[in-house]
């Protein structure tokens, strides 16, 4: 089985290398972010909860993230294997995953992590939120803040993975395809 955290700040291009990445290893991807978008649709209690925080730029709370992600890994027991994309983002929650990958056996594999520059992080989300009607993407202060969030909180798990010898850094600035070439090398050497 082969685990991946697929890491990075917003806008680094984590969902769309997922995309590519899980059917080349025939990987299931689950998007925190997707899920907590598909639950602010659906106007479930867990999407009002969400949005609170995701309209700020801010984490939704560690306790609710965490037991969501246990609910969608428990859901897929037929898995070769999981790519992250979004989680884990607290030193907590990367606890978590560490218990929940023990608990069926196995583990993570690799943190592969998006590496680009503020400024062009802020240009690509702004872009996107042209196209895409995330909210949280069309407004440069909610951006700027998801950044400083990904600083404060998510950044440090760099270290965490870095001391188990599972951190990759990939340079995440290049033509999509390019980009997708250098993660499929990395993953190719677990
Ligand atoms: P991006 O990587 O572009 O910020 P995501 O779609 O991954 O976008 O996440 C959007 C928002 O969802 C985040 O800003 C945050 O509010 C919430 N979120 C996603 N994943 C997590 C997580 N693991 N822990 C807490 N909040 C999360």
Known sequence: MK??????PP?????????ILKDEFNLVHIS???VFRKNIKDQTPLGAMAKSYMDQGHLVPDE????MLAAEVEARPDAQGFIFDGFPRTEAQAQALEALMADKKTQINAMVALE???ELLVERLLERGKASGRADDANETVVRERIAEYYRKT?????FYQAQDKYH???GVGAIDQITQRLVQVLNTL
């Open 155 to 159: 950044d440090v798990l760099k270290r």
């Open 169 to 171: 850094g990939v340079d």
């Open 11 to 19: 806008g680094a291009g984590k969902g769309t290398q997922a995309q």
């Open 116 to 118: 680009v520059a503020d």
């Open 3 to 8: 685990n991946i955290v697929l890491f990075g």
């Open 32 to 34: 925190t972010g997707d």
């Open 64 to 67: 609710v993230t965490i037991n």
